[in-house]
């Protein structure tokens, strides 16, 4: 397992991997709202928390056809489901070093994107905090996503549609932990519901994934 | 005799080819009684006038489209537990008739609450749950139409409707914590006392029985089809190795 976890970040972060491109990605997004609507900084104050959540999942989102299609073209993943290891553990190891290449980068890259949108200064923290709890979320359901549809030719557009209407429970809670946050609130409660989304899907979804991929595969 | 014998393609057209016209007569039935009772013989609601009639599309609608989607979810167990080819087809068959139920139900509320609410759209859990499950039928229906294989289309789709059915549900609660509520509580259940006054209620039960049978027959067609052309291709790729 871990040898397959370096060796999916050594492909992850080496050229042609993509790295990098989903944080360029989020910082355009940031980039584009103030042109969109309007440069004053109070409102951009009040939206900074659900800008920067949108942009992260949208960046998360860009990133997730590269999971497996790669190995699924050049035929390493018929390898790696006749390896010892179990689907399960293949699939969790894909989400997890997808997370540490996209997810991670923009969670630390969150607060700094805030800067640009004049964030309030308590919301720093929780904007980290939560993307920090919920982006693990969003890889593991990607996963899910890019497993499903592996096999397609256009399957980038199919990925987005089955995948963004499942985001929205983590959105939700994610977005409304950065908003409290920034307004000095209690952020306890969507908090635990964020991180109980997140274990939750930690725990559950690999199974999924790996029944769909065990089909695909077949 | 039990039910899985209509997991048999055979038996299953030969059983609704006789129970079919019946069902569709009397949905027919059912939905023009209904509603021309409920639109042209029931008192208007002395504070909503008239627009009170949408309920008899609406809450049929929107009952139709959560149960097409329990449906498909039974129908998505039943094929990847037994594997029963019919089960997977009319999950399939269900979906649009549940997306379609689900577009009506969001347009007739929007066309109620525009004299009532004063805006066509607002971000009410109640509604807002309705167009997440409106784009969960978009993704089921999508995914069966890109996979060309059946067996894995059946398989990858059943898959999606189980985790999309969580999904659903905890969007469902998500929502309801994210947004407070316009849309009034459920005026219809079975164990209150009173529901809404018999006037409108007696009709409105009628067209519910008319949308639930409406589905059934439109399953029982699309399904009907689905095995047919099935049949079709095996015939012609029979015909082209001979």
């Not at chain 1, 109070?42 to 920067?52: K, M």
């Not at chain 1, 997140?198 to 695909?216: C, E, K, Q, T, Y």
């Not at chain 2, 594997?83 to 009319?90: E, F, G, I, Q, T």
């Amino acid at each position: 397992m871990r040898a397959l976890l370096a060796r999916d970040l050594r492909l992850g972060v080496r050229a042609g991997g993509g790295f990098g491109l989903g944080l360029a990605f989020f910082l355009i997004v940031t980039v584009l709202v103030p042109f969109g609507v309007g440069p004053e900084t109070a409102l951009l104050a009040r939206i900074a928390p659900g800008v920067l959540w949108i942009g992260a999942l949208l960046a998360c989102l860009l990133s997730l056809d590269r999971i497996l299609a790669l190995d699924w073209e050049d035929g390493s993943l018929d390898l790696l489901a006749t390896a010892p290891l179990p689907i399960e553990g293949v699939v969790s190891i894909k989400a997890l070093a997808h997370w540490i290449t996209t997810g991670l980068p923009l969670v630390l890259a969150a607060p700094l994107l805030g800067v640009l949108l004049n964030l309030a200064p308590d919301g720093y923290l929780w904007v980290l905090v939560s993307l920090a709890v919920g982006t693990p979320a969003l890889s593991v359901i990607g996963t899910f996503g890019a497993a499903l549809t592996i096999g397609l030719k256009r399957g980038g557009l199919l990925l987005s549609l089955l995948v963004l209407p499942l985001y929205v429970p983590t959105l939700i809670f994610g977005a409304e932990v950065a908003r409290r946050g920034a307004d000095g609130l209690d952020v306890a409660t969507p908090l635990m519901l964020l991180a109980g989304i997140s274990f939750g899907a930690m725990a559950l979804l690999p199974f999924a994934s790996a029944a769909v991929l065990r089909i695909n595969l077949r | 005799m039990s039910l899985w014998e209509y997991a048999n393609p055979v038996k299953f057209i030969r059983t609704t080819d006789v129970v079919l016209p019946w069902v569709s007569g009397l949905a027919v039935l059912c939905l023009t009684v209904g509603l021309i009772w409920g639109f042209f013989f029931t008192p208007e609601d002395y504070r909503q006038g008239s627009t009170v009639k949408i309920i008899y599309l609406h809450v049929p609608a929107a009952l139709m489209a959560i149960n097409a989607w329990i449906m498909m979810l039974i129908a998505s167990m039943i094929w990847i537990i037994r594997r029963h080819h019919v089960s997977a087809l009319a999950a399939r068959a269900a979906a649009p008739v549940g997306a379609v139920m689900t577009v009506i139900a969001l347009a007739t509320g929007a066309l109620w609450g525009q004299p009532m609410w004063g805006t066509w759209w607002v971000w009410d859990p109640r509604l807002t749950s309705f167009l997440i499950l409106f784009l969960f039928y978009l993704g089921y229906i999508a995914l069966w139409s890109a996979i060309e294989d059946d067996d894995t289309a059946a398989d990858l789709t059943s898959i999606l409707c189980l985790v999309g059915s969580v999904f659903a549900l905890l969007s469902r609660y998500a929502v309801n914590f994210w947004n407070q509520g316009l849309h009034q509580g459920a005026s219809l259940s079975l164990d209150k006392e009173e529901n809404v006054a018999d006037v409108f209620y007696h009709p409105l039960l009628l067209s519910i029985a008319g949308f639930v049978l409406l589905f059934v027959a439109l399953v029982f067609l699309r399904t009907q089809t689905e095995i047919r052309a099935r049949r079709t291709r095996a015939l012609i790729a029979r015909e082209q190795q001979g």
